[in-house]
Each structure stands twice: as C-alpha cells, then as structure tokens.
C-alpha cells in the first residue's frame, strides 16, 4: 500500500545558538511542541531548514536527532538535493538511514541552461532509482531560478519511487494542471506554502508544507479540516486571516523573520546562519504590523 | 449605486480579413453567438484583441461596434491602455464617449526600471480622476514585464472611480491578498484566465475574463454558477476537464490557437495581425490534441 | 553607395512645456547648440525622446521640425516602431516623407512569449521591404525585456534595405559577435550607449547613438576622433572619466535624469512627460555627484 | 608586495572517468600541456571545474593534485564558494592548506531575494577576515541569478584580503565603472571569458579566466600579448577569429561541449558529471561548425 502523504507538514526551522552550532536541545523542546499538533508529519533540510548551510553531516545529524522525538505514524521528509545526481543519491540513502521516510529533491540548478527538462527528468529518475525510500519532487522557482516542467512532473509519476510534489512557486494553474495529469497516479500535490494551502486543496492537492506551521500549526491543520468538512466559506476567511502574515515571514522578509515569529508564538526561534542578515528593528516592527491581523500575537499573549 | 462587475467576460478577440483590415461583419456575428451566454459583459482591447496591433482609431471604432450589437444590461470594459498618462486619459474619454462602460488599464510598461509603485500609481489615479467611466487595473505580467505591487491595488481602491482588478498573472496568493486588503472596499477582482477562475471565485474574486470564453463561455458560465451553488467539487472538476484546452490558446499557443479553436467552436477567428505568426501544422496538431479532453470538439461535432 | 552610418547620434530628448506639450521652440534652440558639434546626425523618436508618451502625430512631426534644422550632410535616424508590423510600416513612410533618412525599429515585444526569432525576423523584413528608407535594427532588452538574437540580425543584414544595428544592451560579446558575423556585408553597429561606446569602437562598431551626448556631445565625438587616431589609452580613460555620470543618465536614473542634466550643461531639459515621475531632491543630489568627476559641470560654470 | 593577478588562466575542466570517479592521471596528463603555456596560473574548482557536482573532499584534492604539477611562480586559484559563510570559510582554509593561493568566491545565491548588496558584502568581508590567502569576487550571474552590487565590488576592494574579481557576466559597462572606481586599490579585475577578454582588457582589466583556455590556451595568452604590445587591430581580429567558438563551449553548449573540444585539441576532456547531459549527436556537429572558423580543428589536424 503507498505511503499517503496527505497533511499538513512544517518545514523545520533550524535552531541554532548565538554561534551559529545547532542547538539540538532546542530542536528537540520544539518537536515536543509540535508533536501536540496533528502533522502528518515535517519535512527536514528544506529551504527554511536553512539546508544549504549546513554541512552534510549536519543535515543528515538533523533528521537523526528528529527521527529520535517523531511520533509513530508521522512521517519525514527529508531534503537530500544536491547539485550533483551522484551526490543527491548518497544523500538519499544516508537520509534513509537517518530515519528519512521520504526524501524531497530539488532540481539542479547551478548550470541553469543546460538544466533542460530532460535533463531535470534523468536526474530525478536516477535518484529515484536509487533512493531506499520515496522521493517527492520539491518546485521552488525563487530559490532555485528554475520551474520543473509540468510533463517532467507528469512523467517522473508514473515512477513507482516518485510519489508527489512539492509546489512552492504558487501558480495555481500549473498546479492544478499537474493534479489533472496525474490523476489516477500514486502521486500527490503538496501546496507549498499556507498562502495557497486553501485554493490548492479546492484543485486537489492532498496537504501543504507550510513554513508557517513552525508556529501556527493548529490553524494549517485547521484550513485541511475546514476543506475537508466541505466548509469552504470558512477556509476562504482563514486564508484571509492569516495570509498577510504568512507572506511576512515567507516571501516578504523569509527565514530571519520566521524565527522571530516562532519566538512570538511560544517556540524557540534564535538566530540565522550567515549569510541571511537578521531583521533590522523597523523589518522587526514591520512583522508585528504584518502579524497583528492573524490573532497569533494576542493568542500567545505578548 | 457602484457598478457590480460580477460574472464572466470573454476579451473579445478581433477579426480580421485575409489582408489584415477588421472584419466587422464577423465580429457583428460573433456578437450574436456571445449574446446568447449569460455574460456579465465583454472586454474589448485586451491582449486577446491584438489592441497593440490596431491605430488608436480602430480601438475605439470596434468599442463603437459592439456597444451597438450589445444586450441592455451588459457592460463593456474597454481597454485604453497607452504608454503615456495623457495618451491614456484621452483614450479613456474616447472609449466612454464610444460606448464603454468601465475602462482597462495597464501600467504603463517601456520604462521598466522607472516604473516604480509610485510611478504606477500616480499613473492610475490621473487616469481615473480624467475618466468619465470607472476604471479596473489590469495586470497582465507576461506581457508587460511588471507586476501591480499588491499596496498600489489597495491603495488605488480607494479611488471611487477605481473599481476592481483583473489579474492575469494567476498568482493566487497575491490575489487572494489584494481581495483580504480591499474587504469592503467598492473594488472587485476578476480572474485573468479560466485556468484559475475557480480557485479565484473561492478565495473572493467575483468573476473572471477568460479568453476561453471566446469559444465556451457556457463552460466559463457554468463555473461561476456552480461555484454560486456551492458544488465545489464540481467545480474543481470542470476546472480539470478545460485545464489543458484552456492552457493550449493562452500560455502555450496564444491568440493564433485561439482563433483556430474559435473556428473549430463555430465562431469566426481569422487571421491574426503581424507581426504574430500562425500556427505550424504541428502547432494545429498539437492544439487539437490539448483541446481533446475538454469535450469541446465533440460538442462541435467537427 | 550605401548610406554610411559611422559616427555619433544624440538620440534627442523631447522637449516639453509645464504643461507636457511639445516646446518646439526649445528644441529649436537645442538644435542650434547640437548642429556645433560635429555629430553624424541625430535619432529622433528613440527610448530619450519619451516616444511611448508621444501620440502619432507628434512621433512625425518632431522629425518635420528637426529636418528644417538640420545640416546638410547629417543624417535623421528616426524611430518608427509600433507594435504591429502594418503599424510599423505605416509610421515608417510617415518618417520618410517628413525627412527621416533612416528609420529605426524595435522588436514587437508585448506579446513576448510569441516573439520567436522568427516572428522578429519576419517582422523587420517587412517593415524594410516596405520602407521608402533604410533600416536599422533597434535592440533594447531593458525596455523591451527581449533581445534580437544574434542570428535574426545577421539574416536581416542581408536584406539590401537593412543597414545597421544600434544595441543598446551592453553586451560586449553579443556585438563582437554580430559584427564578426556580418563583416562584408552592408551592415553597421552602433553602441547604444556611451558607457559602451569606446570598446564597441574595439569590437568594430563604427559609432554609438549615446544619451549623453544629448549634453556632452563633444566628449562622444572625441572617444571616436581618439579611437580613430589609434589613441586607445586616452579613449580608456576618456570612458572612466565619464562613466559614472553616463551611468546616472541612463541605467540609473533614465530620462529625468538625463534633462536635468541638460539644463546643467547649458541646454533646455524641462519635464518628462507622466508616467515618469520627476526626480526626488535626494535623486538630484545624488545625479549632481554622479557628475561631478566627469568635469561637465565645471565647464558649464554652475 | 602584493600579488599581482595579471594574465591568463584556465578553469580547469575536471576530468571523469566512464564511472564519473574523478581521473586524477588524466589532470596529470592535461597538466604537463597546459604548462608549457605562458599562463598566469590556473582556476580550479570554477564553474567549468564542475565544482556543484564534486564533493567536500573532492574539491579540495583537486587542488591537492594540481598544486603538485604547478610550474614556481604560477598561482593557483581554487573556487571555494558553498552557499553559507562558515562553510565557505572552511573550504577556504581547506583550500589554502592544499596550496591554494588565492580563494574564488561566489555570492551565495539560494536564498536569492535576502541577498542583498548589504548581505553579500558581509559575506565577502567575513570569509576576507578568516582566509589564510586573498580573495576574489567571482560574479556570475548566468548561474547565480544575481549580480554583485558595484558598489559592494568597490567596498570590498578597500579590504586588504580582497584583490580582485573575475565577472563572468560581460556587461563590460559594470566591469569599466568598477575598474574606474578601484583604481589606486590593490584590486584587479579579470575577464571572465575569452568572449570579452580584449574589450575588457582595452577597459582596464589585467587578464581572463577563459573556459577556453582549457584548449586554446595560446590564443588567449597571445590576446593579452597583443594588447601589451598595443597592436589593437590585431586584437580585435583575433577576438573575432574565436569569438564563435569560444560561444559555443560558453553560453551555448556549456561544459559538455568544451570537454569534446578538449579531445579535439588533444587534451582529455571525457564525460561530464550528472545532471549535465552530454552532447546529441546534432550538438556535436554544431560544436564542430562553431569551432571551424576558429582555426583550431585544423591545427588540431583532426
């Protein structure tokens, strides 16, 4: 029987001390909180993860640590993109080994114009064909300068490996598309992002990974719930609610000021690693005015 | 009492003869065909009417045109889109005085690094202080090159002769923005593709100009219906069966598909205006096999 | 004997009157102090003469007005792009017959995705079939958001109405290429720019249409004299002289800018037309340092 | 005294085995030729060293490897860039300790709109402070998606561990008012391709690092010869003699495409590393058309 992936999903934020070192207890005080809240599970080493700046053993020592705290029946989705194919699927197994029970792959992206769809498609079935464990394509256009094409997406499904994707670009029509193409597939659409969770699950994706679950999990649980009671009225008002400070700490201002909000919100945020630049104090007083209109600030009585 | 602009609009695609002059003769029978669906309206001058391809005269003489074959109650959106301020405002009072209703705007887009948020807006708003009819933004990033910044929407809603948005970029998290940051305000989205006019209509929009609807606006229709009748599953399934269709004569293939598949749904479509090419016999191909699934061909008994 | 295009071009700003009408007056006065220095002619109706914001009617007749200024022996380089290619064709005999001796044109660029090299190419091979003069290819990627590729300007060069390039992107590489590509035909390249003018000159360019010589006409002139003697260390350091006020002019700041700078050095600059917003005072201050090391300022004894 | 960075190197191409292992006798091999060529010394780990695919270990081994066949008084230049400033740190401490004598060093790029001018410089400065051997900026925009601010590049150059920069974008404007703006400091600036070697060069750089010195090594050197000895004119036809070529294992085809010229002209070039793909058979012949005009297939008595 295939893994479902339906669910919501944080990307974890990784908690580092004032001198950039993991801070594994804190990581390990945050799973208890966020094991409270109905996951189906977290997704490990992606871009809010700061992966690319960890080193490789770091970013597999991360899912050691958070497979050590997951409770049964969730599962990981672990980061394993590298730029080269050879690297991605060493990657892949160790992740697996880690406790990864999927792992999320990036294009690569550094040699943007030679990274055609075909060339995109060998990597993703190479790895696929070598990972221990499901892969599920990860689409992030900002981070990396590329959109993985549609049919790429489309045929790299019928891959028995290859189980869905992750969809941060946010072009609903791209997505909804790529559901329509794959119907009938085990294959599953995740939205990446709460600002799109809603609209993507009217087009049929089956969860999101949201940043911003690192601290308003309940209410990403809440939007799949609302949708799937037929309660559309009420997800359309919950992603007003929240979306102005959900593109704060995405789009807008990113990591730095996702963990500035986890702070807020009860959870430990601490500092980025270099090269991200913390907030300056009118970015910091910016994400207060973006977060106001969401509740979460008087819930978590500041 | 405002101007509702609820419902769907085809952007009425111009006819022309074999030597390129405007074939009124076909639009007044398309018109016929059109005045049948239950649109809210038209919008005449849109990408889709090739209006950067016609003289200033043209533009207002096809207003003119199908203001004359127009049912009471529907409204005309004319685009008057001019690189200049005053160029634009005259286009406006020229638009009014042929029979337009509502004018469309672009931001003004050859200075690309000079047109700034502030620019945009100063633009918009002298545009809609000279306009004798109300105006709706228009953002339309691929041809343009330039996003609305979301702030200058809200900002311009403001302005009691700016009464909505049609956004043709799809991004429905920006989208679902602007309509939570213009909640009650006079100001209407409108979706820009029937690709998302669905996931639009559930995060707020109150309707959608789809240049599908040039050849099935009872399908365009029946979305906005069904969405009214809260069947969201069944909107989600007419939005997957026209997807691809739908991508072929917009994304993909342009205005050129679209005037073949007008053809092929029993309106006139017509040459294009240089400098767009034909399609390609393996574009005509191509184009019927992504218009196959919509049901649309059959209907058509072709 | 084929029209030689060698030499400098100021590509003039248009002249506007408080009330952004066109001051002919003015532009006579400028062209008085223009035809002092030793130019191979002028472009009218390019990106510094606000073109966009011009209607039709104005685009001709400031062609009208600067042909009864202009010296025997120069030559009028006017813009006649237009969207479509009838348009295209249409202003470009307009151009001709009131004195234009070359006409200069833009790739369509609003349908972007639809402008293939192909569509390009068959779109200036018309307007040069058509026109009463000959050709010059305009390549304008910051405005435009398109580039002529490389091919399509080496196949219009054979077309015996198509006489040159002005590029205006700065790359160095993509001219080089060009020139390599079209050497023995008929067939010149202009820099669009004088930060570039100097190692175009290099490349084999054989002149540059330069915004800056809109107010430092004699320094274009003499990079070229320089060049011609052999002086290529003082055609260096004449280009580091003036780089950071040309970049000022153009990247920078653009057209405002440029007219500001005007008035300094003793022409009429007067106001852009809206859309562009005049400069802020910390904008001006800024321009008044970017043009300080290039020594115009002094010599205009402000 | 500072280390002077003036003249030719190569990137070295990193040779692979059929099993994509690195071929450690083969970089032997190539290095005993590339040695009897009066270059500057020699880039490793740069794009065309494929360093994204390479490992942590790898990377550093390479430059182990090199560091044995180098010739006394050439430099060896090891990119040392990973997307965080304590890992590029490591790497350039690594690299150093391999015998590196200058570190290379991209902007990181992933978390491409919170990188700044502010972000990167700090980045820049940082990894300047901890390296045990100067450093220089490496722009290159193609793959990173971003440009390095000017003014970050003039900043950087008052640190006394920064000497330089290779700008592999060719906008021979940016990399003029750069050189204008750091004359006087102890900062050079090189081409990053032979594509624009002499322009810049005739602009004030001090040599190139040129993809296409992995096998036209002598062509490059005899550029700068030229240009020492002031024979322009011979410059530019030499540029134009190999620009089509140079084009064709740069922009157009990538590292694919240079490591079959390398076979062509007797280097080892083998397999890339996945994800590039190698060549289709209609690429290879492409590649072949592109190099005829250069001379070197003849040379090569292919």
Redesign the interface.
């Known amino acids: 029987m295939p893994l479902s992936l339906a669910g919501v999903y944080p990307p974890l934020a990784t908690p580092f001390k004032a001198n950039?070192d993991i801070d594994f207890d804190k990581l390990h005080e945050n799973m208890l909180k966020w094991n409270k809240i109905p996951f189906r599970g977290c997704v490990i080493g992606g871009?809010n993860g700061?992966y690319?700046?960890?080193?490789?053993e770091e970013r597999v020592e991360v899912v050691r640590r958070v497979k050590a705290d997951m409770p049964a029946g969730r599962i990981i989705i672990a980061g394993s993109s590298c730029?080269?194919?050879?690297?991605t699927i060493d990657m892949s197994k160790k992740m697996a080994a880690a406790g990864a029970d999927v792992v999320l792959v990036l294009p690569?992206s550094?040699?943007?114009?030679?990274?055609?769809g075909?060339?995109?498609q060998?990597?993703f079935l190479?790895v696929a064909d070598a990972s221990p464990v499901p892969l599920v394509l990860y689409n992030m256009p900002?981070?990396?300068?590329l959109d993985i094409p549609p049919e790429v997406c489309v045929e790299c499904a019928d891959h028995p490996n290859i189980i869905g994707l992750k969809d941060s670009g946010?072009?609903?029509?791209r997505i909804?598309?790529i559901?329509?193409?794959t119907?009938g597939k085990t294959f599953e659409c995740l939205a990446g992002?709460a600002?799109?969770l809603?609209?993507?699950l009217?087009?049929?994706a089956t969860g999101g990974v949201c940043a911003y679950a690192n601290f308003a999990g309940a209410e990403c649980c809440e939007i799949v719930n609302l949708f799937n009671a037929?309660k559309?009225a009420e997800?359309?008002a919950l992603?007003?609610k929240h979306?102005?400070a959900n593109?704060a700490v995405t789009?807008k201002m990113?990591?730095?000021a996702l963990k500035i909000a986890m702070e807020w919100c009860g959870y430990y945020g601490g500092p980025t690693?270099?090269?991200?630049?913390p907030l300056s104090d009118a970015q910091v007083k910016e994400l207060r005015a973006d977060m106001e209109s969401s509740g979460l600030l008087a819930k978590a009585k500041l």
């Open positions: 950039e871009s700061e690319v700046g960890l080193s490789s730029e080269g194919t050879g690297l690569p550094y040699f943007k114009s030679s990274m055609t075909a060339a995109m060998k990597h190479a900002a981070n990396t300068g946010g072009d609903i029509t909804s598309s559901i329509q193409q119907k992002s600002g799109f809603y609209p993507a009217a087009c049929g037929g559309h997800c359309c992603n007003h979306i102005r593109a789009r990113g990591v730095p690693r270099a090269p991200l630049l």
